[in-house]
C-alpha cells in the first residue's frame, strides 16, 4: 500500500513590518485514491460514513465539481473514482493539458465531524509513473471560499521554483499585493513544502511558511496514535489560525479587508521557474 500518514510540523516566520513566528505538530494522510476503498476496510475509524471517527467525506474536496457531488452517495470506490476526474478537469481548466495515472492526495480528514483544511495538496503522476503536476487546493476562513494553484513537477526541485502572483485572500495581515515562490518534492519518506512570500513591488519576503513531514504506514495504530495527540486536528487548526491572527492584531500589524471585488476564481500558474529563494532580496 502506497498510502501513508505523514507526521511533522507546520512553521510560520514573519519578518516585516514585525517579527513574528511560531511551529505547530501536524499530521494529514497522503492517500492514493486508488487505495481509498482499501483504506475503509483495514483502516479501523476511517470512512465515509458519519460514525467515522476520521471521516473521508467527498464533498470537502473540490466541492464545486459537479463529479463529486453526484458522487456523494456512492461507495469509497465510486467517491474516488469522482475526485481522481475532478482533479484531472481542474488541472485541464488551469494547464489544457489531458490528465491520466495515479492522484496521491495530502489532506486533513474530518475528525469527529470538525472539518477545515488551509491547504489540500494533489500529486498527480502519469501513467508510467512520473510525478507531474501538484494542484493546490487553498482555503479561507471565516469566508469559507476555494482557490487552486497549478504547480508543475520540475525536476531539479532544489535548483528551481514555482512563481504565482498572488491571487486569493487567505490572511487580513497579507495584501493582495504579493507573489509566492513555492519550492516542493515529490512525496516519497517524507513530505516537503516551503512558500516564500515577497511583496511585489520591492520583492523583499514579507513571511515563509515550511511544511516538513515524515511517513508512517497508513495503518489502524498509526492512525489513533496521531488522533490520540491530536483528538480534533482540524479544530486545532482553525483555533491555531484565530489565535495567531490575535497575536498580529495585538502587534499592530496593518489590517487588510476582504477585497470584495475580487472574485475567487481559480488561476492559471504562469510557469515561471526563478533561482531558489536564497538569490532574492529578503
Known sequence: MRSGIFSGVVRHRRFTPVSHQFQYPMFMPLINLDELAQLEKCVFGFGRHWYHFARFK???????????????????????????????EKLHELTNESMSGDVF???????????????????????????RWVLAEVSNTPWNEKHYYALPAVGQWDKQHWHEKKAFHVSPFNPMT????????????????????HDRKS?????????????FPMTSSAL?????????????VVFGIYWQALRLWLKKVPFHSHPVNIQSQSAVNENKHFPPSSDHKE
Open 178 to 197: 504579493q507573489h509566492y515562490y513555492w519550492k516542493l518534492k515529490e512525496p516519497s519518506s517524507k513530505v516537503f513544502l516551503h512558500l516564500d512570500i
Open 203 to 215: 520583492d523583499n519576503k514579507v513571511l515563509d511558511a515550511t511544511m516538513s513531514l515524515k511517513r
Open 105 to 131: 492526495m495530502l489532506c486533513q480528514l474530518r475528525y469527529a465531524g470538525c472539518y477545515f483544511s488551509p491547504l489540500n495538496m494533489y500529486y498527480v503522476f502519469d501513467d508510467e509513473g512520473k510525478w
Open 58 to 88: 467527498v464533498s470537502d474536496y473540490l466541492r464545486e465539481s459537479e463529479q463529486v457531488q453526484a458522487s456523494v452517495g456512492a461507495d469509497m470506490a465510486g467517491q474516488a473514482e469522482a475526485l481522481k476526474s475532478a482533479v484531472f
Open 224 to 236: 489513533w496514535r496521531h488522533i490520540a495527540q491530536t483528538p480534533i486536528q482540524t479544530v486545532k
